[in-house]
């Protein structure tokens, strides 16, 4: 029976996030203003998946998809199967990809270049340090970029082997294996409260942004 397995926030932070990573990567060589703009979003968006992973729904959580070396030796077992949600392999590699991206945009608010273009936090770094902060920046987007190839391979894995994984990140719906709970959605006010996190956060970051550089 189909069952809500991905609530609308989780689904909604996705592919925000998705569209939002790209956009980075395509406006930093030509709209660093536009990148910038998107990545102080990135990071309210993170800051509410992070919330989201604490007091969100069920499936959102990361107590409930981070599981120890049991856990995943136990589903690569085929055991263990039929939870709702990432998969014990699936999760670690969505923590990876949340650190990452985490990394990424930090790196990016101290980031300036030669035309002393930089983050909203440069201010708060000389300007050397804020060059060498803009190579690891870019360094480390190779990185995400690895992750976010395997992220896509495996979903094109689970697919070749008839596992839709997409649809139910679209809709929201998957089918429950028999006799596993469903999952437990989190309260409104939950949701309220993420969202007055993250838009804080893109808010202040937005605003930072508009500001003079310290050089
Ligand atoms: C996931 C989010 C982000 C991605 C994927 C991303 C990606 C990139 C890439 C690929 C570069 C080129 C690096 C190079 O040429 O070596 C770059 C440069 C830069 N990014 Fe980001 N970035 C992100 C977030 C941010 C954020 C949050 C800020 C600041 C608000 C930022 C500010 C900058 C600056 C100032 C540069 C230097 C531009 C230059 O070297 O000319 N980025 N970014
Ligand atoms: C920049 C590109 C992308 C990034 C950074 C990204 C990142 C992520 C993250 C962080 C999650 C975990 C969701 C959560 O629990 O909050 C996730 C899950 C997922 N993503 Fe992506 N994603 C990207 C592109 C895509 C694309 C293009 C597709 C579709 C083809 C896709 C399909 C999925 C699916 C199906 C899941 C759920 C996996 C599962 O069932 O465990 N993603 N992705």
């Given at each position: 029976?189909?069952?809500l397995?991905?609530?609308?926030p989780t689904r909604l932070f996705h592919w925000l996030l998705a569209a939002l990573?790209?956009?980075s990567w395509?406006?930093?060589e030509d709209h660093l203003d536009w990148h910038k703009v998107s990545g102080c979003a990135i990071a309210g968006l993170l800051v509410f998946r992070l919330w989201w992973g604490i007091a969100g729904s069920s499936t959102a959580r990361f107590a409930g998809f981070l599981k120890g070396p049991a856990g995943i030796a136990a589903y690569l077992r085929g055991g263990a199967a039929g939870a709702p949600g990432h998969n014990p392999l699936g999760g670690w590699s969505v923590a990876a990809m949340l650190l990452v991206l985490i990394a990424q945009v930090g790196l990016g608010l101290?980031?300036?270049n030669e035309d002393f273009e930089g983050?909203?936090?440069t201010r708060y770094v000389d300007y050397d340090?804020?060059?060498a902060i803009a190579q690891w920046h870019g360094t480390l987007f190779n990185v995400l970029v690895g992750l976010i190839v395997l992220h896509l391979l495996a979903i094109g894995f689970y697919a070749a082997r008839r596992k839709n994984l997409v649809g139910p990140m679209i809709t929201g719906n998957g089918?429950?294996?028999e006799g596993v709970e469903a999952p437990v959605m989190a309260p409104l006010w939950r949701l309220l409260v993420g969202l007055v996190l993250g838009g804080a956060t893109f808010g202040i970051l937005y605003w930072l942004n508009g500001q003079a550089s310290a050089f």
């Open positions: 029976m189909p069952t397995i991905w609530d609308l990573v790209a956009f395509w406006s930093h101290f980031a300036i983050g909203p936090l340090t804020g060059l089918a429950l294996a």
